[in-house]
Nanobody
Framework: VQLQASGGGSVQAGGSLRLSCKVS????????VHWYRQAPGSQREWVAT???????TYADSVRGRFTISRNNIYRTMYLQMNSLKPGDTAVYYC?????WGRGTLVTVSS
């Protein structure tokens, strides 16, 4: 199983980024998929989940600003991040089952 995350970068507070994670080697459409993040000096924390049927859940810290989605044809999951804050600065990881992507860095400056 391979997960390739992309889309990170540097933005100013209030800006937007869209992360993508392409998944191969597993039956993507049958699995819930997740985004996590890890800020410098902090533990990795859960950000959002989208179930195989499309139901979504979010951490309180991102609800209303971030949107998780998936495209089963392209075997890709997304995280649309709007109204970004400096506190969103972290390495973002995608996860499917027990498998993790490498992570993509998001830096938000004030």
């Amino acid at each position: 199983v391979q997960l390739q995350a992309s889309g990170g970068g540097s933005v100013q507070a209030g800006g937007s980024l869209r992360l993508s994670c392409k998944v191969s080697g597993t039956n993507f459409r049958l699995l819930g998929v997740h985004w996590y993040r890890q800020a410098p000096g902090s533990q990795r924390e859960w950000v959002a989940t989208i179930a195989s049927g499309g139901a979504t859940t979010y951490a309180d810290s991102v609800r209303g600003r971030f949107t998780i989605s998936r495209n089963n044809i392209y075997r890709t999951m997304y995280l649309q991040m709007n109204s970004l804050k400096p506190g969103d600065t972290a390495v973002y990881y995608c996860k499917v089952n027990v498998y993790w992507g490498r992570g993509t860095l998001v830096t938000v400056s004030s």
